[in-house]
């Protein structure tokens, strides 16, 4: 039962159980690691930067040479030194960078200046892990793929597309997908139509296929719905995951009177009424029985194979944990569950223990014999390591924040805890190996702290300065007014 690698369906920066979002959902899912940083950049296309002496993955390239040297302040976690780096746009502009594990991704407009991350969540939290580009009309590209340690230039493609917009390939493989879209006239009797088709590449450029962009609920097209190498088609309450590279349409199982069932791009996760889980994790699908509130019976979650469509796993077949409130006929007082993450063949599930969701049980499963391998009490919210080793207590969506707590997700072992009168801090972010954890205070001043012994690190840390961390490579990135800086891990 260690839990420490897994799949995962929801996003890499926020949490085991919740988002910052527009949409307030409950994130079910740990990290995926797609992020977009805005960043300023420049150079050539052959990379101009300032290379650290590390060469390793750029394939023969030239590592990136010549940019700013970083004067912030010290990072923990990573050297002192940039590997590499990119000096500001001309005008002070800020290039985006999608972060592809291994590459980091630029694109530069017909000018040769780097883009911004210029899509329609600008600004949000959402925004800046999803979207590098988005315009009204389709515009000439040239996406430039560089290696996250040298910043040596990979692969360049031109393109001409209207969005340029992270996803992932099956198993949780990074990827972009670069949608062009063209509109038919009317002819007098019907209206202009607007039609857009994607075309996914993995992280090295290579194309891995081509859809067409689905619908979100309100009829805009989402290339977000493209995810895990599906496209995720809705149609009211039904949702359909497609095979972009071919194969048998998966139709997610929604029960009940009235059921309603919802999918979350900017998450990756879905739910029921009370329900939650990732939509996809590795080789498995979710179902929401009794996904309805005019129902007796017990909400429950389902994993389904998609290979086969034959459901392999349930929260209806399995022990609840001790610590969940029951009633007199022995089912659960409250329908509140979410299936976290699924890793190494186990699953493992949130329950709210009582009717007022004041406290949660964690539960590991074997997902083929279905037995309840450990369990422990947590916080509802919180903030998963990249290795998925440990957890930290994240603020609430609402009511008072009294501090972070910091446990062990495997056996819920708790290594530390804030007390009260405390400054408290709010966890944003691990460092790849989970020993450093960066934070926020009041105020909105970073401060580092070593993970597992709560000792204060860094404090005053500008929030500008809490570096992106690439999980594939350990390496952190980050933007200001100098420059965009990339750092290697630090040495133990």
């Known amino acids: 039962m260690d839990g420490t690698d897994g799949t995962d369906g929801g996003i890499r920066q926020r949490g085991l159980l919740r988002a910052r979002s527009a949409t307030a959902v409950k994130v079910v899912a740990a990290v995926t690691g797609l992020v977009l940083l805005s960043a300023c950049g420049g150079g050539s296309s052959d990379g101009d930067g300032t290379d650290g002496g590390k060469n390793a993955g750029s394939g023969g390239r030239a ?29 002070g502009g800020t290039p985006g960078a999608l972060d592809l594990g291994e590459t980091l991704l630029f694109a530069k407009d017909a000018s040769g200046k780097y883009v911004d991350n210029s899509g329609p969540e600008k600004g949000s939290e959402q925004g800046e892990k999803h979207f590098l580009h988005s315009s009204d009309e389709p515009e000439s590209l040239t996406l430039e793929f560089r290696d996250a340690k040298t910043g040596a230039v990979t692969k360049s493609l031109k393109v001409k597309t209207d969005s340029v917009t992270a996803t992932t390939w099956h198993d949780g493989a990074p990827a972009v997908a670069v949608a062009t879209s063209s509109t038919s006239a009317s002819d007098g009797l019907t209206e202009a139509k607007k039609t857009s088709t994607a075309t996914l590449y993995d992280a090295h450029g290579a194309k891995l296929g081509s859809s067409p962009v689905p619908q979100d609920k309100y009829n805009n097209d989402d290339p977000r719905l493209l995810t895990e190498g599906y496209r995720v088609e809705l149609d009211d309450d039904v949702i359909r995951l497609v095979p972009i590279d071919g194969g048998t349409t998966r139709t997610i199982t929604c029960t009940g009177q009235l059921a309603q069932c919802e999918f979350h791009p900017e998450t990756g996760t879905a739910d029921g009424f009370a329900t939650h889980a990732p939509l996809i994790s590795g080789q498995y699908y ?12 017990r909400e429950q979650i389902t994993l389904s194979d998609l290979a086969t469509g034959k459901q392999v796993w349930s929260t209806a077949d399995v022990e609840v944990p001790k610590g969940v409130a029951l009633d007199d006929d022995g089912e659960r007082q409250s329908g509140a569950v979410r299936v976290v993450r699924v890793a190494d063949g186990k ?36 903030l998963l390591s990249p290795s998925g080793e440990l957890a930290a207590k994240d603020r609430e969506e609402i009511g008072e924040f009294d501090g972070t707590a910091v446990w062990q997700v495997a056996d819920g072992k708790q290594l530390w805890a804030q007390t009260e009168g405390e400054t408290a801090l709010d966890p944003v972010r691990f460092t790849a190996d989970g020993s450093v954890l960066y934070g926020l205070t009041d105020g909105d001043t970073g401060l580092v702290v070593d993970a597992r012994t709560r000792k204060v690190l860094v404090k005053n840390l500008p929030e500008d300065h809490i570096p992106f961390v690439d999980a594939a490579t350990g390496y952190g990135y980050l933007s200001t007014e100098d420059g965009f800086f990339t750092f290697a891990p630090s040495e133990s």
């Open 63 to 91: 590592a990136a040479t010549g940019g700013p040297a970083y004067k912030g302040p010290e990072l923990p976690g990573f050297a002192k030194k940039a590997a590499w780096s990119l000096p500001p746009t001309e005008g």
């Open 286 to 297: 979710a179902g929401f029985l009794n996904a309805t509130n005019y129902d007796n019976d």
């Open 347 to 382: 699953v493992l599930v949130a329950w709210s223990a009582n009717v007022t969701a004041s406290s949660w049980m964690y539960a590991w499963y074997d997902v083929k014999s279905g037995a309840l391998t450990g369990s422990y009490e947590a916080p509802e919210d919180a």
